[in-house]
C-alpha cells in the first residue's frame, strides 16, 4: 500500500485573497505541494472550483479539494498566531516589513511551539491586499527582484515562498522551545483591540484631530510589531478594565 | 524619460527544450524579468508564437519578443561556458550534481569573467530532459522539494532558478531610507514610563497581586520589544494625558 504523504509543515497555511483566475489557485497548489505545504484557504474566490484550476493543479489536486474557502480574511486567520501579508512593493506607513528570508525565519521561529499557526497571504492578482486586509497583518513580506519590472504572478510568489521556506527548514533550526513565550492568537489580539478602542471612546481621546481610523491603524501595527505574548495582552487588559470614564469639569 | 530597463545577468540565458505548452512560455519570461534575467532560448517550441505565451507573459513580452528560437540545442548553446541542466531528479549515472543554491554558486563564478556565458537548460514538460541532451551538460541542477511529490512545473522551476540566482547575487534588498522611521531616543523613553507609571498609580492599577517592579518590568520589555518610534510614543502619551485619575465610589 503507498504510504500517506507526509506533508511537514503542517503549521502553516497559504491564504489567497480575492483570486481572480483560478488557474493560479491551482497552481498554487501544485507550488505547494512541491514543497511540503498543504493548508490551502481561499477568500472569496471567483470562479471556483473550475476544472482550470484542476488541471492546473496536475498531482496536487489533494491539496486543491481540501483547501477551505471562507467569506473572509478574518475567517481564514482563526486560530492564527501570526499573520504574513505578502506585498510587491515597500508601503510607505509603519508595518514591519522584511523579505521572504527573514520572513520565513520568524515562520520557523513561531512553528517551533508546535501548537503555533502561520498564516501568509496574497492579495488579489490585479492590485495585491487592500490596506484593510493589510491591517490584520503583523508582517509585511517583500520578494526581492527587478526594480524596473516588479509583477509576480501570484502563484509564482508563492512558488518562491514555499521553496525559500523549505530550503531554510533543510538548513535545520537552532532553536529550542525553551526560549520561545506562547504569541497571542489573532482572535485575542481583535477581542484586545475592540477592548481598546471603547476605552479610548471612553476617555474621548479620539478627536477632529485624531481620528479614530488612522490613531487605531498606526496602534494596531505597533503592537502587531511587537508580537505580543499572551500574557502581555493580558496585562494590558488589566489596565484597560482599570481606566472608568470621567466627566469633563 | 524612463530609463531602459537595466537588465542585471546578461551573462546567463536560459534555455527551454521542446516545450509542449506555450503557456509555459509566457510565464517563463514573465519569471525571468522579475528576476532580471532576459535571454531566453527556445529549442522546437510546440505552438510557439501563441497568444497563450504573451499572455501569460504579461509585462514580458519584450523578453518574450526577444527570445531566439533553435532548431536543436547544440545551437542554442554556441558561446557558453558552462552549461548547466536542470533535473527533477537525482541521475544514477556519473554527472557533476547539485542543488540550485549551489548551481548558482558556480554560475556567479563563472560569470564573474564578463566574457563567460552560462545556459541553464529546462527540458520538456512531461519528461524532462533526455540523457542526449544531459550529455551537453557540465553539471546537473536538482531544486529540492517533497520527495514524495516532486513535479514543478517547467515555469515554476526557472522562478525558483531565477529566484535564487537573483537573491544569491545579493540584490536582495529592497528597504531604502524613506522605509525607516525615527526611533524613540532612550531619554524620550525613560520620560515615557515615568508618565506611565504615574497614570497607573493615579487609577489604582498596581496591587499585590500587581507589584508595580515585576510589572513595570514586563512593560519595559514589551515596548522595548517594539522598537517604538518618536511618534508612537507621543501618541501613548497623548492617551496617557486623557485619562484622568477616578474617585472610587
Chains 1, 2 share one sequence.
Not at 70 to 85: K, M, R, Y
Not at 214 to 230: G, S, V
Amino acid at each position: 500500500m503507498k504510504k500517506e504523504i507526509d506533508y511537514t509543515f503542517d503549521n502553516v497555511r497559504v491564504v489567497m485573497v480575492n483570486t481572480t483566475e483560478p488557474g493560479n489557485i491551482g497552481a498554487a497548489a501544485r507550488a505547494m505541494k512541491n514543497m511540503s505545504l498543504s493548508h490551502l484557504y481561499l477568500v472569496n474566490p471567483k470562479g471556483y472550483p473550475s476544472a482550470t484550476a484542476t488541471a492546473r493543479a496536475s498531482g496536487a489536486d489533494d491539496v486543491l479539494s481540501n483547501a477551505v474557502v471562507c467569506e473572509s480574511l478574518e475567517e481564514a486567520l482563526q486560530g492564527v498566531h501570526l499573520v504574513i501579508g505578502a506585498s510587491a512593493r515597500q508601503r510607505n506607513i509603519k508595518w514591519r516589513q522584511m523579505d521572504v528570508v527573514d520572513a520565513c525565519s520568524e515562520i520557523q521561529k513561531t512553528t517551533t511551539l508546535e501548537s503555533q499557526k502561520v498564516a501568509v497571504i496574497f492579495g488579489t492578482e490585479k492590485s495585491g491586499m487592500t490596506n484593510e486586509e493589510l491591517d490584520l497583518c503583523q508582517i509585511l513580506m517583500t520578494i526581492p527582484g527587478n526594480r524596473d519590472y516588479f509583477s509576480l504572478n501570484v502563484a509564482s510568489a508563492i512558488q518562491v515562498f514555499a521553496y525559500q521556506y523549505f530550503i531554510l527548514n533543510g538548513q535545520g533550526s537552532f532553536l529550542n522551545e525553551s526560549c520561545l513565550f506562547k504569541k497571542a492568537s489573532f482572535d485575542e489580539l481583535e477581542s484586545f483591540y475592540t477592548h481598546f478602542v471603547q476605552v479610548l471612546e471612553h476617555i474621548e481621546y479620539f478627536e477632529d484631530k485624531r481620528p479614530k481610523v488612522l490613531l487605531m491603524r498606526r496602534l494596531r501595527r505597533f503592537f502587531t510589531r511587537a508580537e505580543p505574548e499572551k500574557e502581555e495582552v493580558a496585562i494590558f487588559r488589566g489596565i484597560l478594565r482599570n481606566i472608568k470614564p470621567f466627566k469633563k469639569p
